[in-house]
């Protein structure tokens, strides 16, 4: 038998992921009305879904065609955590404010549809205070499997336990079907960090958006602003680092904490080891051969970092260690 721990497993689903470049984003040929998006009618099934308002649609012609995205699959009678994550996708509505059903759409579709009516996903909406612009779908069980395989999000088989919880991925699928830009978002991600993906694409337009939005400069911007440091920590390093949480990692980590990094480590080794740790490794470097070894030779990805984004990234490890510090002090002189 081939010895393959979960573990493993993880890691290198965690690292295909990274390669994959978190987050496909695909070249957009000319993106006129969407029509010619590379991700267009042909890749996305065009099915037949039933609103919680009992309106029938398809999935490309009126959800996303031409539109900017964030698409997630739940179920109504899915656990407290679970639903965490419909409360996240709420915080993110509210930062978006009024463009959410203007300039960006979000779409929660049920993977439970037998159970979950249309009355049954009105009642989940009244429960978590969904606003406008969010549209909740029923449909048939072969249909949904169907579009969350072709979002990289299918879990199959669809067991539910005693509790009546059924496996699925949490992710979140935000993209601009005018762009072609897609990306898998992390249910634990912050707030803020999901509304300035989601936010930022809408001024990313290559071309003007096929939905007529004469509102559109109106719309209130409370979009909160992340150091740049932040915004690459959060997207390209969270897989598999923290900040902060010295001392916390598990068997399950896959990469180490980072907090302190910038003082335990010479900034010229930081700055070659972010720019190619791929070939810091191979140079038999001693540092990065032993935390190779330490973390279960996984090699850390070479994420194509240009020298700014090392700058930033490396200030922001210093404020989160900083601030670490900082409430480290005020907790020991809380207690004396
Ligand atoms: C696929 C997982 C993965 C990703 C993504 C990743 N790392 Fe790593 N990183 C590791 C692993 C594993 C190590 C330990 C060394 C090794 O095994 O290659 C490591 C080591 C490090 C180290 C050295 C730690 C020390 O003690 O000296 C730093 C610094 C670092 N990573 C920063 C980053 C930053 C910044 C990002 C995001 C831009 C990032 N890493 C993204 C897996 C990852």
Redesign the pocket.
């Known amino acids: 038998m081939v010895p393959v721990t979960l573990r493993d497993l993880l890691r290198t689903f965690?690292?295909l992921l990274?390669l994959a470049g978190l987050g496909w984003n695909l070249p957009a040929r000319a993106a006129n009305g969407g029509s010619q998006s590379p991700w267009g009618a042909n890749f996305f099934p065009n099915v037949p879904l039933t609103t919680h308002d009992n309106k029938q649609v398809r999935f490309f012609d009126d959800l996303i065609k031409g539109k900017v995205v964030a698409i997630n699959f739940i179920f109504t009678g899915c656990s407290a955590a679970c639903g965490m994550e419909t409360a996240r996708l709420r915080q993110v509505q509210d930062l978006l404010g009024d463009r959410v059903g203007k300039d960006v759409f979000f779409i929660s579709i049920s993977i439970d549809p037998e159970n979950d009516t249309p009355e049954a996903l009105r009642a989940y909406m009244a429960k978590f205070n969904v606003g406008p612009g969010w549209t909740f779908l029923t449909g048939k069980q072969k249909d949904i499997d169907q579009l969350r395989s072709r979002l990289g999000l299918y879990m199959p088989p669809i067991n539910k336990d005693s509790a009546g919880q059924i496996d699925h991925d949490l992710a979140v699928i935000i993209g601009n079907q005018t762009t072609g830009r897609w990306q898998k978002a992390s249910p634990m991600e912050n707030p803020e960090v999901l509304a300035t993906q989601i936010g930022s694409w809408l001024s990313n337009w290559k071309s003007k958006p096929a939905i007529a939005n004469p509102k559109y400069e109106n719309a209130p911007v409370r979009l909160p602003q992340l150091s740049k440091g932040e915004e690459?920590?959060r997207t390209?390093?969270v897989?598999?680092?923290t900040v902060g949480q010295p001392g916390t990692e598990t068997a399950k980590s896959?990469?180490?904490d980072?907090t302190f990094?910038t003082r335990?480590?010479q900034r010229g080794w930081?700055v070659r080891?972010?720019k190619e740790?791929d070939a810091v490794?191979a140079a038999k470097d001693p540092?990065?051969t032993a935390?190779?070894e330490?973390?279960n030779?996984?090699?850390?990805?070479n994420?194509k970092?240009s020298e700014t984004?090392i700058e930033a990234?490396l200030s922001f490890?210093e404020q989160g260690s900083a601030a670490y510090q900082a409430n480290q002090a005020k907790q020991s002189q809380a207690k004396k």
């Open positions: 965690t690292l990274v690459l920590f390209r390093c897989t598999c680092h896959i990469g180490p980072l990094v335990a480590r930081l080891w972010l740790p490794l540092i990065a935390l190779f330490k973390y030779k996984l090699a850390m990805p994420l970092l984004d990234l490890l």
